[in-house]
């Protein structure tokens, strides 16, 4: 599967021991954390809580059991794609559609654990399937979708609500975008020590600093040329990047291998000028708001390159 597409969690097969668990990560490089936390009431080998860091730092694993259907989650949310794909192809794991598929499974443990399955992957587009068994002869089956619908239901209306806001700092970066051919303006723009600190990961904020004042010795700028006319913005917070979703699917790709070193906060801005009709353009992308200040970093992955193939190199990744 494209690591692009993989979620931030993997739902893993429950037949899956945690102990196998364990060999397969350390296969690849993981190292636990701290000592894992037993289930209440324990069930022997098998527990609630673990977590792993990839060569002492920075991605880190966080496993969860639920006992009650023997629920295996692995959350991935500060792992880069490649270190998704890696994982995932390591691992047996149910995505949305398989987890769908067990929803009508003859087992009521298998349909309770479908039903959580897919409220931690909070697959909106399976609300219906999920609604479905609000009316499950079983009575904690019942009340399990009634929760995952009324929880898909909140996170719809937050995503939706993020997305206004959003909507709202691409509509007021249209002229800062429109100034960015000015040297002179785009100067003003260039970040110092405390907004890195405010941007990024401590293990890369003081890093990254001098690699932009490299860069940036030159103020940058962007002129989109003559006949382009047409600006398309399109906004997302640090942590909406980690992940596929309406937002960060607009950002070039490089985004997402970034988007765990970047706080989750921030807005980020990418955008693309083209001439009326045409697909072709000029795209551009890292500006960003602190406050009431505007910042613009420019090319923002590759600056990064780096230091990601540093914090990846356990793995020999880069």
């Not at 527990?47 to 730092?57: N, Q, S, V």
């Not at 587009?125 to 399990?144: K, M, R, Y």
């Not at 801005?269 to 992308?285: K, M, N, Y």
Request: hydrophobic share 50%; with cysteine.
């Amino acid at each position: 599967m494209n690591p692009l597409l993989l979620p931030r969690v993997l739902i893993l097969d429950p037949a899956l021991g945690f102990a196998e668990l364990a060999a397969r990560l350390a296969e690849l490089g993981w190292t636990p954390a701290e000592p894992a936390q037993t289930t209440e009431p324990g069930i022997a080998g098998e527990p609630a809580l673990a977590t792993w860091t990839h060569g002492g730092h920075k991605p880190h694993l966080v496993y969860t059991l639920n006992p009650i259907a023997m629920l295996r989650v692995l959350d991935m949310d500060t792992c880069p794609p490649v270190l998704r794909g890696l994982i995932a192809d390591a691992l047996p794991w149910l995505d949305t559609a398989a987890l769908v598929g067990r929803l009508t499974s003859a087992d009521a443990g298998t349909r309770l654990h479908a039903l959580w399955g897919l409220a931690e992957l909070e697959s909106l587009e399976t609300a219906d399937a999920i609604g479905a068994l609000q009316t499950d002869t079983e009575p904690v089956v019942a009340q399990a979708a009634a929760r995952a619908v009324a929880h898909l239901t909140a996170v719809a209306a937050a995503r939706t609500r993020a997305l206004a806001a959003l909507a709202v700092v691409a509509q007021a970066a249209e002229p800062v975008i429109r100034r960015l051919h000015d040297p002179a303006f785009t100067a003003t723009l260039m970040p110092t020590r405390e907004d890195c600190l405010a941007l990024f990961d401590a293990s890369f904020a003081e890093s990254l600093l001098p690699l932009l004042d490299d860069a940036q010795r030159r103020p940058p700028r962007l002129a989109p040329g003559a006949g382009l006319t047409e600006l398309d913005i399109q906004a997302a917070n640090a942590g909406l990047l980690r992940f596929p979703n309406e937002a960060s699917n607009a950002f070039p790709t490089g985004w997402r291998d970034i988007a765990p070193w970047l706080l989750p906060a921030p807005v980020w801005l990418c955008w693309r000028w083209s001439a009326p009709g045409a697909d072709a353009g000029v795209a551009g992308d890292g500006l960003t708001r602190l406050g009431e200040r505007w910042l613009w970093l420019p090319k923002l992955p590759r600056r990064m390159a780096p230091l990601l193939a540093q914090a990846l190199h356990p793995h020999g990744l880069h």
